[in-house]
């Protein structure tokens, strides 16, 4: 079973077991974190879209860290005006393991 769920202004097909990085969530290592922005959940022909979220629908994780993603190097440069601008930027995120998938 794989549930589509949004956090963080993204949206995310996830399975249990599966372990993936999303926005900074403000809770601690070992948490239990629910997701209920299901948008849709189901496997083969038993599939629920919702409209926009699957009602009594939700997916359970546990918070495994936080941490900071590679420096994403950015570069402003202009030929010819002798004008370079370097800048660099670490985005947060929480690796979350899904424990479970409750359908409705």
Same mark, same amino acid.
Request: glycine fraction near 6%; avoid cysteine.
């Given at each position: 079973m794989y549930a589509v769920i949004a956090t963080g202004g993204k949206q995310y097909r996830v399975e249990e077991g599966e372990t993936l990085r999303v926005e900074t969530l403000s809770a601690d290592e070992g948490a239990t974190v @629910?997701?209920?922005? !299901?948008?849709m !959940?189901? @496997?083969g022909k038993d599939v629920a879209v919702g409209t926009p979220y699957v009602d009594g629908s939700k997916v359970t994780a546990t918070v495994k860290a936080h941490g900071r993603g590679k420096k994403v190097t950015i570069?402003?440069?202009r030929r010819r005006k002798h004008h370079m601008k370097r800048a660099g930027h670490r985005q947060n995120?929480? @690796?979350v393991e899904i424990t479970s998938i409750k359908a409705s």
């Open positions: @629910e997701f209920d922005n !299901v948008l !959940v189901g @496997e570069i402003k440069f995120y929480t @690796e």
